[in-house]
């Protein structure tokens, strides 16, 4: 595969941010911000702030994309990822290559569905990214992107693989290839369920569970669903799996918030639908009980329901 000389972003929250500095710094004008109405007006006149540093990347309108682009990250939120799909369209030519960093398990399968697997690889990220007032914040020594096929042996990876290592290689992002993406997402996944939630419904910062068994509790619980669902379709997480995030949480700065507990502190919409309602989704359909991913839901439900002024 040819070496990637362009590349395009949807999505400038939280994940975006972790790309789009560097993208830019890689590729100048031949990097491109996906974005229409509104969004795009306000990305060329106010800039994004993005530790510390006022950006004002180029800014490519769905309606007139131009040239297909080598690389489309798609970094929205999960309730925007069916419009993301399809404003990317004037960006996917024949050899693009298109990541879907998004939180949750099924987001491949949707750009599958449109463009087609020789399209796709598989991604999730592991990093925490504070927003607040507008600016978003991060460490970028703490960040990684881990992406690949289904399947990956080292020394015989995909050329599709090897050309966007060499593109984050260039960018100085930190680039992880799994031997089991899958199980790798689904691990993800565990993580933010118990973690994004619980800290969401009780208010509290990662650093919680550095300090509390009864936090700890709930995130277990919540974790164990999300195994026993994942098990059911022959992927192999395991307790060992759920101990190994315990050197990573207590990594974390104490006062770092996960997504979900900064969407409902700044009045927005969150992703329960995605992590919570998911768990739900496969529970009902897989015979696995999901009491505390259900109380979960409702009650981040409800303090959504609270932000929107219901009562």
Known sequence: MKKMKSAA??????MGAYFAPRLYGEYGENFRVIAGGERKKRLMEQGVSINGVNYH????????AGEP???VIIAVKGYGLDQAVKDIRGFVGEETVILSVLNGVDSEQKVIDAYGEAHVLYSYMRVSIVMKDGCTNYDPALGSIH?????NREGHYSERVIAVK????????????DPDMIKGIWFKF????????TCALL???????????????????AMREVMQIAVKQGIDLSEEDMEKQEETLRGLPFL???STLQDLEAGKKTEIAMFAGTVMEYGNRLGVATPVNELLYHGICVLEEKNEGLF
């Open 9 to 14: 972003l949807i999505g400038l929250g939280a």
């Open 147 to 151: 992406f690949g096929e289904k399947e």
């Open 256 to 258: 770092n918030k996960p």
């Open 57 to 64: 990347f180029p800014v490519a309108d769905p309606e007139q």
């Open 69 to 71: 682009a080598d690389l």
């Open 166 to 177: 060499e593109v984050f290689d260039r960018c100085g992002i930190t680039g992880i290839i």
């Open 203 to 221: 208010g509290i910062p990662f650093g919680a569970f550095q300090r509390s068994s009864h936090a700890n509790a709930i995130r277990k619980q």
């Open 190 to 197: 565990m993580c933010n369920v118990g973690e994004n939630l």
